[in-house]
């Protein structure tokens, strides 16, 4: 009772932290002609009308960001730069790219994504998502014991076994399955290789932290009704148990 308490304990516990996460994150930045914050067009043509006269290929990828509007171009040629100058800097080399004309401002941009507008939501999130995990770790221990105490001698071993089994069949294997789907459907670019899907440039990261932390805590709300239900039964048990011990006791006196 005691051990199927503790997992309950700490099955809820850890649902307790999960909740804040999906409130910890940050939208997807502007991308030309990929969000719909920039009012793109659907059909083929993924990109302002600014870069048409360019002929730029869908297919490439090289962003840069326009620092002064915070709108990052999968390529130099999707933001109209005709310019490329390198600067020297403390041992580094930093590529602008320059004449970009649907760039605003000067028309000159660096090399590289946006840098996220929130990072210092990074710790927070590392934090809680930690003493989640942590927290549906002690109940590996107790779980396993529950196993051990709930089943006669001579079967011990096969209980073990059909435990790690399922947990194989169960968990293990479909898992990278599921989470990796999960993950694909909150793609907003696929970079094509021969036509055909490659790997995804961007996320749309509001769809991805609420998918992804999503489905963790359904399966954490499932084993904290399968704890929920072993503490009643096991608490019946002992009551049961209790009940008959009394009765005997009575018999034994009236005798």
């Not at 590996?140 to 790690?164: C, N, W, Y």
């Amino acid at each position: 009772v005691q051990c199927s308490a503790l997992c309950l304990l700490a099955s809820l516990l850890c649902l307790l932290f999960s909740v804040p996460l999906f409130f910890i994150g940050c939208s997807t930045h502007q991308i030309a002609g990929i969000t719909q914050d920039l009012g793109a067009q659907p059909g083929p043509s993924l990109f302002p009308g600014c870069s048409e006269p360019c002929s730029c290929q869908s297919d490439d990828f090289n962003p840069v960001c326009d620092t002064s509007a915070y709108v990052e171009y999968t390529t130099p040629c999707h933001a109209g730069c005709t310019g490329r100058v390198v600067q020297e800097a403390l041992g580094k080399s930093q590529v602008f790219y320059t004449n970009c004309s649907c760039v605003a401002g000067n028309g000159t941009v660096p090399a590289g994504s946006c840098e996220s507008a929130c990072s210092r939501l990074v710790l927070p999130f590392i934090v809680l998502f930690s003493l989640g995990a942590g927290l549906a770790s002690i109940t590996h221990t107790p779980s396993f014991m529950l196993i051990l105490r709930g089943v006669k001698k001579e079967d011990k071993t096969l209980a073990v076994g059909m435990q790690f089994m399922l947990l194989r069949v169960l968990a293990w294997m479909p898992s990278p399955v599921i989470h990796g789907s999960a993950i694909d459907t909150t793609c907003v670019h696929w970079a094509l290789t021969c036509g055909r899907r490659a790997v995804c440039r961007y996320y749309d990261h509001d769809l991805l932290r609420n998918r992804f932390i999503g489905l963790q805590f359904f399966f954490k709300s499932g084993s904290l009704v399968c704890f929920t239900l072993v503490l009643a039964i096991l608490r019946q048990q002992s009551r049961e148990a209790s009940t008959r011990t009394t009765v005997k006791s009575s018999e034994l006196q009236q005798l």
